[in-house]
């Protein structure tokens, strides 16, 4: 069974990320709100600047029903697992570079991120889950961006600042958040090795 690759983010102030920096433009990402995680609105803002963020193709934003257990801190990787399994009955990945679900909120009140493993991209296991906060999108973009960023080759990275800090949401993004050159070419190896979405 594949591992999980997975950051708790605690609620604590932070503001939001807004500069891009270029990763692999060819890249795409497909995202699904699942349960009415978020309003329309929120949730098409969400997608739009997670990929301008990655700078990634959006392929396409869903709202849909997804058969998920409710989650709390113990049991987020079975959602995972659920979320993806659901995926692949759709074939989701094979429409996209990586594929991000967005679900409500562990137990009401935290924010989450989980990903199926690191380099996943255009395969079974390219999909990850954001559990966010309704009306708090700063969180919500940083789980987001940082579990994509694991599906295209980002291992975490201890450095203040960065989208792939292990402890992404506690991290003082003053301004910005930045992706190091060491995680741009993490990013970029991962996406010579696959066929890659072409541009739509």
């Not at 029903?65 to 979320?83: F, G, H, I």
């Amino acid at each position: 069974m594949l591992k999980p690759a997975f950051a708790i983010f605690i609620a604590c102030a932070a503001a939001a990320p807004q500069t891009a920096h270029a990763i692999h433009e060819r890249a795409s990402l497909l995202v699904v709100i699942a349960n009415n995680a978020v309003s329309k609105p929120e949730g098409v803002a969400l997608a739009r600047q997670t990929a301008f963020e990655l700078n990634v193709r959006l392929r396409r934003t869903q709202f849909k029903t997804v058969p998920l257990p409710e989650t709390d801190l113990t049991n987020r990787p079975q959602q995972l697992y659920a979320a993806a399994a659901w995926g692949r009955s759709r074939n989701l990945h094979r429409r996209a570079t990586a594929v991000l679900i967005v679900t409500p909120p562990i137990a009401t009140r935290f924010a989450a991120g989980l990903a199926l493993g690191v380099c996943r991209p255009r395969s079974s296991a390219s999909y990850a889950v954001a559990n966010i906060k309704p009306g708090d999108f700063s969180r919500s973009l940083v789980a987001a961006v940082h579990e994509v960023g694991h599906l295209l080759g980002a291992n975490h990275l201890s450095f203040p600042g960065n989208w792939m800090h292990p402890d992404a949401l506690n991290q003082p993004f003053a301004d910005t958040a930045n992706f190091q050159t060491q995680t741009k070419n993490e990013i970029n190896r991962c996406l010579r090795t696959v066929r890659l979405t072409p541009p739509l």
